[in-house]
């Protein structure tokens, strides 16, 4: 039996004055180009674990393209580091409001940009962050960081162990050439799941939509792997290169589309697994592919190198946010 199996049971037995409320909300405050401390909180003694629960800020238009740092458990590099735009599932500081879920979203026309990703932590968590470089003068800021301690975290039948960490793999405006594999996430060895992924695109037409997304949920599978989508915009739950226009849903959102010259277009979307985790138990290896091919009976997604073209996408340049939580 998982020592956290029996960590998991004996926190079910824990009362309710065991959870334990934290939090800050900072108004008119100021973020600087260094980086600045928001928020620290170490548990109080006699609590296994907290969890961040909610992240919101706005202010400057400058807040929106700030850097934010999650320090879990004293951490000298922070496991997760963000801008608010890409945590709401939006690409290009697209700031198209209101809208949201009960994960994200943008309430108000200038920033308002939140998240309720619950991030575990056993000892202590610190919240920092920078404006982006390049600036000179501190930029006002007005934000919310809450947490709870000893609060268990489920996803419709599964409880995650409390032992658990949320990271943040990121891919920020790597070039990719025509049908080459993109490795969102890279993870040789342990268990875990997918919580969500977002997905940032320029490229000099929208054929990059037909890649595919494959997960190995062991390190070592074989191509093809697990297939998760036929093709980009149908793993985010549309079809037909998104012929309905943008949405954001529950599970799944297009969140920005613009035509920058006949050359060159931006593309964002995101996708939630809290209904459907992806659950790996010996590394994972989860990857999209800059447009794709068929095999020699018109088949996609089944043809890891050669096979005939479709359409002719371009190069691209990617931003990847996934969320993992390894135990
Ligand atoms: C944590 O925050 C408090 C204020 O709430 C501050 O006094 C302290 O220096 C901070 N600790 C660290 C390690 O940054
Ligand atoms: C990626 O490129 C965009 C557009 O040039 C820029 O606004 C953004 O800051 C870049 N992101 C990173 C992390 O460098
Ligand atoms: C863009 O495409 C349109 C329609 O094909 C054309 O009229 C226009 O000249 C093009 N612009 C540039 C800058 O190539
Ligand atoms: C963490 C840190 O070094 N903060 C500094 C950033 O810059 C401002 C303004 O110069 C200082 O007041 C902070 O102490």
Avoid at 35 to 42: L, S, V, Y
Avoid at 276 to 302: A, Q, S, T, Y
């Amino acid at each position: 039996m998982h020592v956290w199996f029996l960590l998991v049971v004996s926190a079910v037995t824990l009362q309710a004055q065991d959870l334990k409320t934290f939090g800050i909300g900072l108004s008119s405050q100021w973020l600087y180009p260094n980086e600045t401390e928001i928020f620290n909180h170490t548990l109080t003694s006699g609590s296994l674990w907290g969890v961040l629960t909610h992240f919101w800020a706005t202010g400057d238009p400058a807040i929106d393209l700030s850097t934010f740092s999650y320090y879990v458990d004293g951490e000298s590099v922070p496991s997760i580091q963000f801008v608010s735009y890409m945590v709401a599932g939006v690409g290009f500081n697209d700031q198209t409001a209101p809208w949201g879920t009960k994960w994200m979203g943008k309430g108000a026309k200038g920033g308002a940009w939140y998240n309720n990703f619950r991030v575990p932590f056993q000892k202590s968590i610190r919240v920092t962050g920078h404006l982006p470089v390049g600036m000179t003068d501190r930029k006002a800021i007005w934000t919310i960081v809450r947490g709870t301690e000893n609060l268990l975290t489920a996803f419709h039948g599964f409880q995650l162990p409390i032992n658990a960490r949320l990271t943040l793999h990121k891919i920020e405006n790597k070039t990719y050439d025509p049908f080459a594999w993109v490795r969102v996430v890279d993870i040789p060895t342990g268990r875990g799941l997918l919580l969500s992924h977002s997905l940032a695109v320029v490229s000099g037409n929208l054929e990059f939509l037909e890649g595919c997304y494959h997960a190995y949920p062991d390190y070592g599978q074989a191509f093809p792997g697990v297939i998760i989508s036929t093709g980009t915009e149908d793993y985010f739950d549309s079809a037909f290169y998104f012929n309905a226009g943008q949405f954001h849903f529950e599970v799944s959102g297009y969140t920005h589309f613009r035509q920058v010259s006949n050359s060159t277009l931006e593309w964002s979307a995101y996708r939630m697994h809290d209904l459907d985790p992806i659950f790996f138990n010996n590394g994972f290896r989860f990857e999209w592919r800059n447009g794709d091919v068929l095999d020699d009976h018109g088949f996609k997604c089944l043809v890891y190198q050669g096979g005939n073209a479709i359409g002719s996408p371009t190069q691209s340049i990617v931003t990847s946010y996934a969320w993992i939580y390894t135990w």
